[in-house]
């Protein structure tokens, strides 16, 4: 019967981490899997559309030529001219002109681009050059923005929960240390004694079980000994294991005898798992300083990791890229030569974005406190004050 119970509250338990965690899981995974269609999408329409030269480009090769026939080893008084003219001829030449597109728009190409556009990062130097991609881009980007917010509120959640764990163990750790270095050790021995008094007077009374009063009274051994009643002692047992089980084991008796319940129980806290996203982020209150410091060293870190497999990225660079990522601006002015390395970076970004955004909605609120104690401040200012005239 005992490894019977402790089955099933062992699966009980699994259910609960289960369901627990599910709404989450399913979060990052119907991202993943949103990410990997658009990038076979992607890949398939960019990759294999056909290199048509316009005229523009034509006309970019025959001025190309033309500048480099007028080079000549007496180009000094004209440098600066010449300078400007190539300048001005390279200003207008497009990058596709220099791209193979199945090199460009190949799997892991297409999956960091379809990255670029559902976090809104958009560097600028990957985008869809056929007109059905353009369409398909703006559709992909209409659903999987809304997707990547959802997971980002939802391990918002999360990182709100641990930070706001740690910031109160935090406390309560700093507060012990003051209280012992403020307290004086005749005051603690006293609140000690005075608290060990107080606990020994204290006596909880549980109440005696049958077999316990059967063994303290010896009236009841005699007459044990003398009748041999063996079938009420037996049954007196029997009745002392039922009232000693725990509720638990009924509970999941009758779930078991009507499995409806479970299933109901169950896809109750799933749903309330749902219903309680962004309630978490609400709640928390640290410090903007600590989020500042949390942000510097998770950028720091990326960056010394970076010039690793970019080697023309050093760490300023690397700080520069990562800080442009996680705040979503993408200027696109940095570019990654292996951007299918960085995509196994892809749970980092999405942390990194969490953290930015935690720290924005902190600014966000300490700044709204600001403009009410300024606007409190203004109004008491312009007030007019009460005149007291004489009676």
């Keep these: 019967m005992a490894s019977t119970s402790q089955r099933l509250r062992g699966k009980t338990a699994c259910k609960k981490i289960f369901w627990a965690v599910f709404p989450h899981a399913c979060f990052i995974l119907s991202l993943v899997i949103y990410a990997f269609l658009g990038a076979l999408m992607f890949s398939h329409i960019e990759g294999n559309r056909k290199v048509e030269f316009s005229e523009d480009y034509r006309n970019f090769l025959q001025n190309l030529t033309y500048l480099g026939r007028s080079l000549s080893d007496n180009m000094t008084e004209n440098e600066v001219k010449f300078k400007k003219k190539i300048h001005d ?5 497009q990058q596709d002109w220099f791209v193979n597109p199945k090199d460009k728009w190949s799997f892991f190409g297409s999956l960091f681009f ?28 209409f659903f999987g923005i809304p997707l990547m917010f959802l997971v ?4 918002g959640d999360i990182l709100a929960t641990v930070l706001s764990k740690s910031y109160n163990e935090f406390r309560k750790l700093q507060a012990k240390i003051l209280a012992s270095k403020l307290c004086s050790g005749s005051t603690c021995n006293k609140r000690n004694e005075l608290k060990s008094r107080a606990q020994s007077k204290i006596v909880i009374n549980e109440p005696l079980t049958i077999m316990e009063v059967l063994k303290s009274h010896p009236s009841r051994k005699r007459r044990l000994i003398k009748y041999r009643n063996v079938e009420l002692f037996e049954m007196l047992i029997a009745r002392e294991n039922e009232q000693t ?13 009507c499995p409806e319940l479970a299933r109901g129980k169950t896809m109750s806290r799933v749903i309330e798992n749902f219903d309680k996203i962004g309630k978490e982020l609400e709640k928390l209150d640290v410090p903007i300083v600590l989020m500042v410091l949390v942000i510097f060293v998770y950028i720091s870190c990326a960056a010394a990791i970076l010039p690793k497999w970019e ?40 942390i990194g974005m969490e953290i930015v955004f935690i720290a924005f909605k902190l600014g966000q609120e300490r700044l709204i406190v600001l403009y009410k104690k300024v606007i409190s401040f203004c109004a008491e200012k312009k007030m007019p004050s009460k005149k007291i005239y004489p009676k």
């Design 114 to 141: 379809c990255c670029t556009v559902f976090t809104t990062v958009g560097y600028g130097n990957t985008y869809p050059v056929t007109r059905i991609g353009k369409y398909l881009c703006m559709l992909y980007a």
């Design 89 to 93: 001829l390279l200003n207008t030449a």
């Design 152 to 155: 980002l509120t939802d391990m």
């Design 311 to 350: 080697s023309n990225l050093d760490f300023q660079e690397a700080f520069y890229f990562c800080f442009i990522t996680l705040t979503t601006i993408g200027f696109g002015d940095t570019q990654l030569e292996h951007p299918k390395f960085f995509l196994f970076f892809s749970l980092y970004i999405i």
């Design 245 to 257: 089980k725990p509720e638990r084991n009924k509970s999941i008796e009758r779930w078991s005898s």
